[in-house]
């Protein structure tokens, strides 16, 4: 588990004339669930893009426990060593590869034996029920289907933080009426599973607050 330490984060686009971040000072501790709120625009997914080491801040600071991983628009830790898996707001699957290989995408560069991939994509596909269908393609599989690859691709490499982008809002909708809170469901499995610190938001009346 990791604690985030962010200090004085903007973030800016088109030479300043986008605010999409404005000073953001927050600690996420070890084990905590911290949610993020905001209307559309309000800057939610860059700021995650940012703790994930897919975007850098325009100026501020970004700890992981006591190591500065960004600052100043400075990469000082890439994506691959930070150890955080995220769920994008589109879930964001390869259309070309197969469940399989989108759950392992993350795993190929890690020069893991070609044994060690197999067999952690087979244990997080089992945990999320969708090891019959690993041989499809994204558009073979199902919304749901397609949500849970997302996640395990999110959750095989043992990450020490889970970043999720609104993953569920698709899925929600698609319920029409039969809503439940899926992350009631999903959140305490993995806590008392894979011991992970969690930073989500969600918004709108109908999905559930999030707390830290
Ligand atoms: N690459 C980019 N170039 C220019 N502007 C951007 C870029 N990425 C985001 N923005 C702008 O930054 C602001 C914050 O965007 P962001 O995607 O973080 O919002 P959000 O809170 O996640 O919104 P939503 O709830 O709709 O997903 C928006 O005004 C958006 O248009
Ligand atoms: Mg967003």
């Not at 625009?41 to 703790?51: L, P, V």
Request: charge should be neutral; hydrophobic fraction near 40%.
């Amino acid at each position: 588990m990791v604690r985030i330490i962010a200090k004085n984060i903007s973030k800016v686009f088109k030479k300043g004339k986008v605010i999409a971040l404005d000073n953001i000072n927050l600690v996420i501790n070890n084990g905590e669930r911290f949610g993020i709120l905001g209307p559309s625009g309000a800057g939610k997914t860059t700021f995650m893009r940012i703790i994930a080491g897919l975007d850098v801040p325009s100026s501020g600071e970004l700890f992981f426990d006591d190591k500065l991983v960004t600052s100043n628009g400075k990469l000082f830790v890439p994506p691959e060593d930070r150890r955080v898996g995220m769920v994008f707001q589109t879930w964001a699957l390869y259309p070309n590869l197969t469940a399989f290989e989108n759950i392992a995408f993350p795993l190929t560069n890690m020069g893991l034996s070609k044994e060690e991939i197999r067999r952690r994509v087979e244990e997080v596909a089992k945990i999320l029920d969708i090891s019959h269908v690993l041989n499809h393609y994204p558009r073979e599989l199902s919304g749901g289907q397609q949500q849970r690859v997302a996640l395990a691709r999110a959750l095989v490499k043992d990450p020490s933080l889970l970043l999720l982008d609104e993953p569920f809002t698709d899925f929600l909708t698609t319920l029409e009426g039969r809503w439940f809170p899926p992350r009631e469901i999903i959140v305490p499995t993995i806590d008392s599973g894979l011991h992970l610190s969690y930073g989500g938001q969600t918004r709108g009346p109908e999905t559930p607050s999030c707390s830290n």
